[in-house]
């Protein structure tokens, strides 16, 4: 699927995966090398993360059940937490940088484009 930031006409991200179930979010991106520009993760019911036993950095984009942004935190290292965010029901794991790259900040109304179903 693809995520688009309305407020600023970009794409956040156009090969993004869902992490519904409770063994995809308790995974997320453990078993992945790295994400490149473009790739990550919407990870359901999560408005705190952790980044323990990751190997690389990413951007971390919480959003509330509207789809805006409530709390962007660039470039998260491995063996950080993000307790929680406020307001936030869903996170968007992205590759460090590409909320700057998208110009996604805290405010922004995010859109989830399925290639199959259109937007929701």
Known sequence: MRVENVTRGTTVGDRIRVAA?????TVGLLRTPGLTAGEGLWIERAPSIHMFFMRYAIDAIFVDRDGRVTK????LRPWRVVLWARGARDCLELDAG?????KTQSG???MVVDSDEGAR
């Open 21 to 25: 179930s409770s063994i995809d979010r």
């Open 72 to 75: 962007v935190v660039p470039n």
């Open 98 to 102: 590409a909320a700057a790259v998208s």
């Open 108 to 110: 922004d109304q995010l």
